[in-house]
Nanobody
């Protein structure tokens, strides 16, 4: 019954910013970890960031791929059942379809996550 819907993607110039949203329905996210993944054309889906549940108290631990550290920030708003990915200083290499996913624990392993959204496209180009 869990449904995830990503939004906020679009076309942005290098150095620009976007904020992606992952809105959940059907199940409260309070006690779940939420990961962001991306898949560039011709490449495998890879982990970008993850935020743990914090045992329902709010923000938990956060994790980032080396390629996005210092540029991306993940956060959650349990009251809105939504997770965000703020992306700054975007590079052409960030171009991909971005997906959010839910599971009990954070992981960079695609196979570890039980539920996925349909993705939102991010294109970084001049």
């Amino acid at each position: 019954q869990l449904q995830l819907v990503e939004s906020g993607g679009g076309l942005v110039q290098p150095g620009g910013s976007l904020r992606l949203s992952c809105a959940a329905s059907g199940v409260a996210l309070d006690y779940y970890a939420i990961g962001w993944f991306r898949q560039a054309p011709g490449k495998e889906r890879e982990g970008v960031s993850c935020i743990s549940s914090g045992d329902g108290s709010g923000d938990g631990n956060t994790y980032y791929a080396d390629s996005v550290k210092g540029r991306f920030t993940i956060s959650r708003d349990n009251a809105k059942n939504t997770v965000y990915l703020q992306m700054n200083s975007l590079k052409a290499e960030d171009t991909a379809v971005y997906y959010c996913a839910v599971d009990n624990y954070c992981s960079s392993d695609v196979e570890a996550f039980r539920s996925w959204g349909q993705g939102t496209q991010v294109i970084v180009s001049s």
